[in-house]
């Protein structure tokens, strides 16, 4: 058995032995911060035309290096200092944390809703088929064939909408693959006895943060931003703090949620959340099917059953 797996072995019987009150309750901060974060983005990306995800995800790896610093200084949260083993220690999750957050914002406004929908669902299978590889971990057949029901239905919902665009199925696929990636080396990473759930927030932040913005300043992107128009709108500014602070609570609550829960758990109830969404839009006569409105809500009823299996 591999260094990772005993981790992930370990971590899975800390989240078993948690009472089930907390695990509930980081599920639904989860999903509600998810669901607050793709709003707001949703309407700075799209309504306003923003130009910039990269400055977006910038503003959110600020926001969060910020908090974390100002709360460590007043002792609110604690993690250690860094040292040199500290790099060794995260790693990939850096990369990974990167490419899940630039990937996610840049999908945002790519794709139709639907399609978006049902693209992010194949997050699950990944996430369980890296569960089962990085951490050793084992899940019943009921969970594998309520995973499958899950894409099935995803594509049932979206069958009145299959738009093609390559440049976004190329960024939610990313998105996926990084979503999966980080949510399995997040559970893998957490440790107590190591950065707890802090360190790993603050870290990876700072290791990421420079390089972005190298980045964004190389690809004329970070200029796009600066000189976007909207910047003397009050409402822009505030949505943009906003989803700043969005972004930092999204963080956490995905690192809470892991901590308390399995991978497969966390990505369930973001997946929840699209769903969510995607019926409120359904729901409108002019931007969706009776056939796509029903399919989506027992896509969320297939969502939370899976949730009870792997939370209770």
Request: with cysteine.
């Amino acid at each position: 058995m591999s260094a990772g797996q005993a981790a992930g072995e370990e971590a899975d019987a800390a989240a078993a032995a948690s009472p089930t009150l907390p695990r509930v309750l980081s599920a639904l901060f989860y999903g509600t911060c998810s669901f607050l974060t793709v709003l707001v983005n949703k309407a700075l990306l799209s309504a306003y035309s923003f130009p910039s995800p990269m400055f977006l995800g910038i503003g959110q790896m600020a926001a969060t290096i910020l908090i974390l610093y100002v709360s460590k200084l007043n002792k609110i949260v604690h993690f250690p200092d860094f040292d040199k083993s500290i790099p060794v220690k995260l790693f990939p999750l850096p990369l990974i944390y990167v490419g899940n957050h630039l990937s996610g914002l840049s999908s945002t406004s790519k794709l139709s809703l639907p399609m978006f929908t049902v693209l992010r669902k194949f997050t699950i299978p990944l996430t369980l088929l890296l569960e089962i590889i990085i951490l050793g971990k084992r899940y019943p057949l009921n969970i594998i064939v309520s995973v499958f029901a899950i894409i099935l239905g995803a594509f049932i919902a979206a069958g009145s909408d299959l738009s093609f665009n390559l440049e976004g199925y190329i960024f939610v696929l990313l998105n996926d693959i990084f979503t999966a990636a980080n949510g399995v080396y997040t559970k893998q990473k957490i440790d107590p006895k190591e950065l707890g759930k802090y360190g790993v927030l603050f870290y990876n932040a700072c290791f990421m943060v420079i390089p972005t913005v190298i980045i964004s300043f190389s690809t004329g992107d970070f200029q796009q931003a600066t000189h976007f128009q909207h910047w003397t709108n009050f409402l822009f500014v505030f949505q943009f703090i906003l989803s700043c602070l969005l972004g930092f609570l999204l963080m956490y609550s995905t690192v809470l949620c892991s901590h308390y829960n399995s991978a497969l758990t966390t990505t369930v109830v973001g997946a929840i959340k699209a769903n969510i969404w995607l019926g409120v839009r359904s729901s409108d006569c002019f931007m969706g099917s009776y056939l796509s409105l029903c399919c989506t809500q027992e896509e969320i009823l297939l969502d939370l059953a899976l949730v009870e299996q792997t939370i209770i």
